[in-house]
């Protein structure tokens, strides 16, 4: 399990839910036990690119299709500062982007497991993006996880001040009647990470790579959902 929890998780606080078994580089590395309090949170919202899905979207090129400047990293920004006419010719061709990428993808590995298991529990599940409701919709059903999440619970960069504010986690809330105490976010990049802690909720890093760039931010990092929905299936 190549697992791990940040160093300055609150979890790391409670010794009575956490083996550890040694350290590693980017944190300490730890058996994660079916017990630990994560798992038996009832709301779990998931970033959709590179999250449930193969991560296909290549930003640098994206950027540069924009006519961003390389160190600039926040599309939606920089689409927000232009002038509206500019803004709507490159918000349109995000879109075609955007589509072209999501016929490109499939499901992550461990994507329908781990849904499989968080259902079998009665756990609230939705996604907030930074892609658009419409795309994110069109996305599941491309890649088959469209029954997995009623499309209310679906949130796009126009549903909600896009991640990392944590307009999109309260919202969801608000609707289920949920904590942040209660509830994780999960994603593959810092944005995700980043929106988690903004509204207090446990965050899980969800890295292929194993490089787990951002350990302060993340109390638990695994390189695929397998490892997750293996958790949840021991308990
Ligand atoms: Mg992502």
Redesign the pocket.
């Known amino acids: 399990m190549s697992a791990y929890y940040s160093q300055n998780s609150e979890m790391m606080q409670d010794g009575n839910y956490l083996d550890v078994a040694g350290k590693v580089d980017s944190g300490y590395c730890l058996t994660m036990k079916p017990a630990h309090h994560i798992f038996s949170r009832r709301c779990w919202i998931f970033?959709?690119?590179?999250?449930l899905t193969v991560?296909v979207?290549d930003f640098p090129a994206i950027r540069e299709a924009l006519g961003m400047e390389v160190t600039d990293t926040d599309i939606l920004r920089f689409l927000a500062e232009l002038p509206p006419h500019e803004a709507e010719q490159r918000h349109a061709r995000l879109r075609e982007i955007e589509y072209g990428l999501a016929d490109r993808t499939s499901a992550a590995p461990g994507a329908v497991r781990l849904l499989d298991r968080l259902l079998q529990r009665n756990v609230r599940v939705g996604i907030l993006?930074?892609n658009t409701r419409e795309i994110a919709l069109y996305t599941l059903g491309q890649i088959g996880l469209e029954a997995y999440f009623a499309p209310e619970h679906v949130l796009g960069r126009n549903e909600a001040v896009p991640k990392p504010h944590p307009e999109g986690i309260e919202k969801l809330l608000s609707e289920w009647g949920g904590m942040p105490d209660e509830t994780v976010m999960v994603?593959?990049?810092l944005?995700?990470l980043q929106v988690g802690r903004a509204a207090g909720t446990a965050t899980i890093h969800v890295d292929a790579n194993g490089a787990f760039r951002w350990p302060e931010l993340a109390d638990l990092a695994v390189t695929t959902l397998d490892e997750l929905a293996d958790v949840l299936s021991s308990d």
Do not use: S
């Open positions: 970033d959709l690119d590179g999250t991560p979207h993006t930074r994603g593959d990049y944005f995700d």
